[in-house]
């Protein structure tokens, strides 16, 4: 190194606390063996990872570029300044708050800056393939707000639009929300927006899942069409684990006051650096085409799946994910994912639409194509992927020594090997 930089000494940190050092190699190591298949997780750069690992982290930066409560401040302004920038221009937004600290707290301050408690917020239940914090009664959203939850329809599992219009006629919400964690198709913005005029709510979009997608300009953008639109910056838009929220210029001053001080304390510069150095790198041809491989890879899993009996819901999928209905082969959700697991192969059981069993055993599961396309695989291999999944949930029993673990993860070896995750 010509520069001297301070941070990812990995060698220091190895000769002070080997217990945590082999922390980070064993993970290191079970991400290059296996299959990454969870929809909501990606492989962010050496360069994120690296503005992450910085001395930014010290900081204390209570308020905004050029507003602040602590002095010292000159240095992280910048890196908050050309995040903002950066964003806006990502997603042709008014304005852009990168500080939030995950999808959730994004989510909380959208809240905090256009409800009060008791208000009514209309949004997709979470066994429909909404989220936690769109109303469950087991987090703040449910229990601080009226939360009325939509489906889907039963023919086509998508999202049913009459029925949130009828909803949003019947409850008159102050905010009303699209978006969730198990949506394989894209949503008609257009049509939530009709709806949320004709009842003056509030329409706010939590793109957590797929903004990803959008900043790779391979699905409709819903920045033209919502209020305010929340997101996380660490599933398909691979940077570091955290949120951050674009809104309309007449919202700019709720959401600032709501995110800090309404919600949060001092931002994480070192996370902010980091997204900023994520956004640069959603601006470039590579990501375009990185997003572009990502559905046509979920679209090939998708398919593959259910040329074995392992259905898509929908039909099969437009975005990087896709939700499938294991009744027809006779396995539940819950072993799946243990059974993939023993394989090689990581996913995760899921609630289909109208699912008949519990949440913690679901007749369904989700996989998603953003780990696997970043190392670089294609739709020859997701065909492969699709048939060893089958092959170990079908066949396996959960054990991982059992033959056909062995066998399927014999195979996922091969295919990593030659589609190394952070290649050496
Ligand atoms: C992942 C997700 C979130 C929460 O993000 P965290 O960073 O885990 O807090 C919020 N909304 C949706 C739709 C998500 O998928």
Redesign the pocket.
Same mark, same amino acid.
């Given at each position: 190194m010509t520069t001297p930089f301070y941070g990812s000494d990995f060698d220091a940190l190895e000769a002070f606390d080997p217990d945590i050092a082999g922390v980070l190699l064993s993970e290191l190591g079970r991400l290059r063996s296996g299959l990454q298949l969870i929809a909501?997780e990606n492989m962010s750069s050496p360069a994120v990872l690296t503005a992450l690992g910085s001395t930014l982290s010290n900081k204390y930066a209570e308020g905004y570029p050029g507003r602040r409560y602590y002095g010292g401040c000159s240095e992280v302004d910048k890196a908050e300044t050309i995040a903002i920038e950066r964003a806006k221009a990502l997603f042709g937004a008014d304005h852009a708050n990168v500080q939030p600290? $995950? #999808? &959730? $707290? &994004?989510?909380q301050a959208v809240y905090g800056a256009f409800m009060s408690p008791g208000d009514t917020i209309l949004a997709m239940s979470l066994p429909m393939g %909404?989220?936690? /914090?769109?109303g469950t009664k087991v987090s703040f959203s449910g229990k601080w707000f009226n939360a009325i939850g939509y489906g889907v329809d039963r023919q086509t599992e998508d999202i049913d639009y009459d029925e949130v219009e009828r909803l949003a006629k019947e409850h008159r919400p102050k905010v009303l929300l699209a #978006? %969730?964690?198990a949506i394989p198709r894209t949503i008609d913005f257009a049509r939530f927006r009709a709806i949320a005029d004709e009842v003056g709510a509030i329409f706010w979009v939590?793109? &957590?899942?797929f903004i990803g997608l959008v900043a790779g300009k391979a699905i409709p953008s819903p920045v033209p069409y919502a209020d305010v639109v $929340?997101? /996380?910056t660490?599933?398909v838009l691979r940077g570091p684990?955290? #949120?951050a929220i674009v809104c309309k210029e007449e919202h700019a001053k709720a959401i600032d006051k709501a995110v800090f001080p309404m919600m949060q304390g001092g931002p994480q510069m070192h996370t902010i650096a980091a997204k900023a150095v994520n956004f640069k790198e959603c601006a470039t041809p590579e990501y375009a085409q990185y997003a572009t491989q990502v559905i046509a890879n979920a679209q090939q899993l998708a398919t593959s799946l259910g040329e074995r009996g392992i259905r898509p819901t929908t039909g099969g999928t437009d975005t990087h994910l896709s939700l499938h209905d294991l009744q027809g082969i006779g396995v539940t959700g819950a072993d799946a994912e243990k059974r993939a697991d023993a394989a090689g192969i990581v996913l995760n059981k899921n609630a289909i639409p109208f699912d008949p069993a519990k949440p913690n055993i679901a007749s369904g599961i989700r996989v998603g194509s953003p780990s696997v396309t970043t190392q670089g695989m294609g739709t020859e291999e997701m065909k492969l992927i699709a048939e060893l999944i089958h092959t170990a949930i079908t066949q396996g029993d959960g054990d991982p020594e059992h033959q056909v673990a062995r066998d399927v993860r014999a195979q996922v070896s091969e295919l990593v090997e030659r589609f190394p995750a952070y290649p050496r």
């Open positions: 909501s600290h $995950s #999808g &959730a $707290s &994004a989510n %909404g989220h936690l /914090t769109h #978006g %969730g964690s939590d793109a &957590a899942h $929340s997101f /996380t660490h599933k684990r955290s #949120g």
